[in-house]
């Protein structure tokens, strides 16, 4: 049973997210890694967060997480240490480690146990890490060993001949050589190496159990001779806090397991400065007046409260103290973690802002409507603009509030693909494009499903075996680029690849032999392309060139539009497919631009994005189209005429002044016929509690400024309502 539950629930989430957000970044180290095996920096970037997700396991009672972590940690080291560390099957073995260690700790936070229905797969890479790590143990190499064996062997022949008696004299006599080095004076900052690794040495031996006594005074004296080692250096503060922590904690609890974690926080330190110890062959005289008698009787003790701040001491910043310049020049970029429902409640608030906005404005225009009320308008005029600008700075910065990078969804792509390559034999590059980029954290939930199958797909049917690019003239090795951009309204992804491109007509075919499409049917390449998207589209395993390329895609496009967005796709056969996402940066609290028209006695809100043109005409210009209705030909374009909500075809008389509002929807425009065109304004999209809307037409509802209710027109579905 995990201890968990004798913290701070709320702690204990956070501490969740933390570590899951460090450990995040792991999977795409260990992708560089397994290409450069050897590079030490890419080593050290994965141990630092699974060294840090040890040290949370142990601090929150997760055995089983700390037992995996510490082990993954040990491998490191020896990877560290030996070049034959690294290779695919151990970068697999540390990749399923990643995800055993997220799957605990969720496991934890919501409730469970660490190894709620993952034990077997636990039990299985615990063993596996523990081989590699044993292995790479007895790699080292030990010249004694090798040399008492030899001796053994030269001893117990006879019978060689002088040249072969020589040559293995010769060897013994290297590896002696070898076996007694030349006797040299340590110099301090080796021995504060050494110092740190007897001390290790100890805390592994003892990872889940306290130190005994001896132990215990061992790793004072230890400490006190390394903080002597490192005196006028920063090393030294950093040593000297560890001792001083040591000293508190052991004598109030005992050496207790998360004290070697929190030493180790200051050892991990300690190294990034430790060449700030000058290296001299002569150890440093150690003085001893000022060293503490771990054996001494004159403890003193500690309050709960006191022990739970030391031990909370350690997760406070990591980070090494800056220049002051630089504190003061990060100070106005410091974050902080906020609820969503929290920010929510505080966007619904924006919007009522905005409203009242609304009212202020219906106010100015009853208000302006007498002439003697001059002073009165210029006033709230002033008033109405300040409230503007306000609600406008309030508005965005809530929206900025909820941005987050999109880092985290494009760190999932490394692995997916390397995942899909391994599996289908084939070489597949990544390169990823604006994860600096910020965008609304319901668009980032949005994105992940659709991202995450594209990927695939690209991975799996876009991409060819290298047998085959090389045939085609192409590099062995395909290429996958996903990009995340903005523009002014828009958050933009791009998922393009270099692959074989969709076979258009063998997929209008396939959609024929289905009957998704009539065999007479002549469509361009943007329609072609489309086909893709059609519901219930399969492909059979003889058309290989397309093999299930489109199973899901009408998912994929579903989920886009109902969040406001659009998907597009450009393909070329044998050169690669671009699938671009579109989607609105607000979020479904949305405060839009909308077209505000009343038809009848009521208002209506068009969606800008769908406003092609407002303009007047007469209604002599209007004729009659069979098989379309009223018609006007605009702009050498012949557009439908709708009168919104009419249940009957609605008459013109020959001499009548009407408004009419183009509006596009998958590339088709109609001219909506309305009786005024009110003009942009900026609303607030509502669910209005009550009603009951059964035709699709409507998407939302706003409350105008007069207090009314203006429903949001789906122009798509007065087009599909009208126009068959």
Same mark, same amino acid.
């Given at each position: 049973?995990?201890?968990?539950?004798?913290?701070?629930?709320?702690?204990?989430?956070?501490?969740?997210?933390?570590?899951?957000?460090?450990?995040?970044?792991? %999977?795409?180290?260990?992708?560089?890694? %397994?290409?450069?095996?050897?590079?030490? +920096?890419?080593?050290?970037?994965?141990?630092?967060?699974?060294?840090?997700?040890?040290?949370?396991?142990?601090?929150?009672?997760?055995?089983?997480?700390?037992?995996?972590?510490?082990?993954?940690? +040990?491998?490191?080291?020896? @990877?560290?240490?030996? #070049?034959?560390?690294?290779? &695919?099957?151990?970068?697999?073995?540390?990749?399923?480690?990643?995800?055993?260690?997220?799957?605990?700790?969720?496991?934890?936070?919501?409730? /469970?146990?660490?190894?709620?229905?993952?034990?077997?797969?636990?039990?299985?890479?615990?063993?596996?890490?523990?081989?590699?790590?044993?292995?790479?143990?007895?790699?080292?190499?030990?010249?004694?060993?090798?040399?008492?064996?030899?001796?053994?062997?030269?001893?117990?022949?006879?019978? $060689?001949?002088?040249?072969?008696?020589?040559?293995?004299?010769?060897?013994?006599?290297?590896?002696?050589?070898?076996?007694?080095?030349?006797?040299?004076?340590?110099?301090?900052?080796?021995?504060?190496?050494?110092?740190?690794?007897?001390?290790?040495?100890?805390?592994?031996?003892?990872?889940?159990?306290?130190?005994?006594?001896?132990?215990?005074?061992?790793?004072? %004296?230890?400490?006190?001779?390394?903080?002597?080692?490192?005196?006028?250096?920063? /090393?030294?503060?950093?040593?000297?806090?560890?001792?001083?922590?040591?000293?508190?904690?052991?004598?109030?609890?005992?050496?207790?397991?998360?004290?070697?974690?929190?030493?180790?926080?200051?050892? !991990?330190?300690?190294?990034?400065?430790?060449? %700030?110890?000058?290296?001299?062959?002569?150890?440093?005289?150690?003085?001893?007046?000022?060293?503490?008698?771990?054996?001494?009787?004159?403890?003193?003790?500690?309050?709960?409260?006191?022990?739970?701040?030391?031990?909370?001491?350690?997760?406070?910043?990591?980070?090494?103290?800056?220049?002051?310049?630089?504190?003061?020049?990060?100070?106005?970029?410091?974050?902080?973690?906020?609820?969503?429902?929290?920010?929510?409640?505080?966007?619904?608030?924006?919007?009522? $802002?905005?409203?009242?906005?609304?009212?202020?404005?219906?106010?100015?225009?009853?208000?302006?409507?007498?002439?003697?009320?001059?002073?009165?308008?210029?006033?709230?005029?002033?008033?109405?603009?300040?409230?503007?600008?306000?609600?406008?700075?309030?508005?965005?910065?809530? =929206?900025?509030?909820?941005?987050?990078?999109?880092?985290?969804?494009?760190?999932?792509?490394?692995?997916?693909?390397?995942?899909?390559?391994?599996?289908?034999? #084939?070489?597949?590059?990544?390169?990823?494009?604006?994860?600096?980029?910020?965008?609304?954290?319901?668009?980032?939930?949005?994105?992940?499903?659709?991202?995450?199958?594209?990927?695939?797909?690209?991975?799996?049917?876009?991409?060819?075996?290298?047998?085959?690019?090389?045939?085609?003239?192409?590099?062995?090795?395909?290429?996958?680029?996903?990009?995340?951009?903005?523009?002014?309204?828009?958050?933009?992804?791009?998922?393009?690849?270099?692959?074989?491109?969709?076979?258009?007509?063998?997929? =209008?075919?396939?959609?024929?032999? =289905?009957?998704?499409?009539?065999?007479?049917?002549?469509?361009?390449?943007?329609? &072609?392309?489309?086909?893709?998207?059609?519901?219930?589209?399969?492909?059979?395993?003889?058309?290989?060139?397309?093999?299930?390329?489109?199973?899901?895609?009408?998912?994929?496009?579903?989920?886009?539009?109902? @969040?406001?967005?659009?998907?597009?796709?450009?393909?070329?056969?044998?050169?690669?497919?671009?699938?671009?996402?579109?989607?609105?940066?607000?979020?479904?609290?949305?405060?839009?631009?909308?077209?505000?028209?009343?038809?009848?006695?009521?208002?209506?809100?068009?969606?800008?994005?769908?406003?092609?043109?407002?303009?007047?005409?007469?209604?002599?210009?209007?004729?009659?189209?069979?098989?379309?209705? =009223? *018609?006007?030909?605009?702009?050498?374009?012949?557009?439908?005429?709708?009168?919104?909500? *009419?249940?009957?075809?609605?008459?013109?008389?020959?001499?009548?002044?009407?408004?009419?509002?183009?509006?596009?929807?998958?590339?088709?425009?109609?001219?909506?016929?309305?009786?005024?065109?009110?003009?942009?304004?900026?609303?607030?999209?509502?669910?209005?509690?009550?009603?009951?809307?059964?035709?699709?037409?409507?998407?939302?509802?706003?409350?105008?400024?007069?207090?009314?209710?203006?429903?949001?027109?789906?122009?798509?579905?007065?087009?599909?309502?009208? !126009?068959?």
């Amino acid at each position: 049973m995990s201890d968990k539950r004798k913290i701070d629930p709320e702690l204990f989430n956070t501490f969740v997210e933390d570590t899951l957000e460090e450990i995040s970044v792991v %999977e795409n180290h260990l992708i560089k890694l %397994e290409k450069m095996p050897d590079n030490h +920096d890419l080593i050290n970037s994965i141990l630092r967060p699974i060294h840090s997700a040890k040290g949370n396991c142990s601090f929150f009672g997760l055995v089983n997480g700390k037992k995996l972590a510490h082990t993954a940690e +040990d491998v490191l080291n020896c @990877a560290l240490k030996n #070049k034959n560390v690294i290779n &695919k099957s151990v970068i697999n073995a540390f990749m399923t480690c990643i995800d055993l260690i997220q799957k605990l700790l969720k496991n934890v936070r919501d409730g /469970g146990e660490e190894l709620d229905k993952i034990n077997d797969r636990y039990q299985k890479n615990l063993s596996e890490l523990e081989a590699i790590r044993d292995r790479a143990l007895d790699q080292s190499f030990d010249p004694q060993a090798i040399l008492g064996k030899l001796s053994s062997i030269q001893s117990e022949l006879g019978g $060689l001949s002088d040249k072969h008696a020589q040559d293995l004299a010769e060897i013994i006599g290297m590896i002696s050589k070898t076996s007694i080095p030349e006797k040299k004076a340590e110099s301090r900052r080796s021995k504060c190496v050494e110092l740190i690794q007897d001390m290790r040495n100890i805390f592994t031996g003892n990872c889940d159990s306290a130190l005994n006594q001896e132990q215990s005074d061992s790793i004072g %004296e230890m400490l006190n001779k390394l903080a002597e080692l490192s005196e006028n250096t920063t /090393g030294e503060e950093l040593i000297k806090e560890a001792l001083e922590q040591y000293r508190n904690i052991t004598q109030s609890v005992g050496f207790e397991p998360f004290l070697a974690e929190i030493i180790e926080e200051q050892f !991990v330190k300690f190294e990034s400065v430790i060449e %700030e110890i000058p290296d001299s062959d002569e150890a440093k005289e150690l003085i001893t007046e000022d060293q503490y008698d771990f054996t001494a009787m004159d403890h003193f003790e500690l309050t709960q409260d006191e022990i739970n701040d030391l031990l909370l001491k350690r997760y406070k910043s990591e980070e090494e103290p800056e220049k002051q310049e630089e504190q003061e020049a990060q100070e106005s970029n410091r974050s902080m973690r906020v609820s969503e429902s929290s920010v929510d409640n505080f966007l619904e608030s924006v919007g009522k $802002l905005i409203v009242v906005r609304e009212m202020y404005n219906n106010l100015h225009r009853r208000v302006s409507s007498g002439i003697d009320q001059y002073e009165i308008i210029k006033q709230l005029k002033r008033i109405n603009e300040t409230f503007f600008q306000l609600s406008e700075r309030l508005n965005d910065s809530v =929206m900025e509030i909820r941005k987050i990078s999109v880092s985290g969804l494009l760190q999932k792509v490394p692995r997916i693909v390397r995942d899909v390559a391994n599996d289908r034999g #084939k070489n597949i590059q990544v390169k990823l494009i604006g994860e600096d980029v910020l965008i609304d954290k319901r668009l980032i939930e949005t994105l992940d499903a659709p991202l995450i199958h594209l990927i695939r797909n690209a991975a799996d049917h876009g991409i060819e075996s290298p047998e085959v690019r090389q045939e085609s003239g192409k590099p062995e090795e395909g290429q996958i680029i996903v990009e995340f951009a903005l523009n002014a309204d828009n958050v933009i992804l791009t998922i393009t690849d270099d692959g074989k491109g969709l076979d258009l007509d063998a997929i =209008m075919q396939k959609a024929i032999a =289905m009957d998704l499409l009539s065999p007479e049917i002549e469509l361009s390449q943007k329609e &072609k392309e489309k086909l893709i998207f059609l519901p219930g589209l399969t492909t059979s395993k003889s058309v290989t060139e397309i093999s299930g390329r489109g199973v899901g895609m009408d998912v994929v496009k579903q989920n886009i539009e109902e @969040a406001g967005g659009k998907i597009s796709i450009e393909t070329a056969l044998g050169r690669g497919t671009t699938f671009t996402i579109k989607l609105p940066q607000a979020v479904m609290t949305q405060i839009i631009n909308g077209y505000v028209v009343r038809v009848g006695k009521n208002q209506y809100i068009l969606p800008m994005e769908s406003v092609q043109e407002i303009f007047r005409i007469t209604t002599g210009q209007i004729t009659s189209v069979t098989g379309k209705g =009223m *018609c006007i030909k605009r702009r050498d374009q012949l557009l439908t005429i709708i009168r919104p909500f *009419c249940p009957f075809e609605y008459e013109y008389n020959n001499d009548q002044q009407i408004s009419l509002v183009t509006v596009e929807n998958n590339n088709k425009h109609i001219a909506l016929h309305v009786d005024e065109a009110i003009g942009v304004q900026r609303v607030v999209l509502n669910t209005v509690k009550g009603l009951n809307v059964s035709s699709e037409v409507f998407t939302a509802s706003a409350i105008m400024g007069d207090g009314s209710i203006a429903m949001v027109i789906n122009p798509k579905h007065i087009w599909s309502a009208k !126009v068959n």
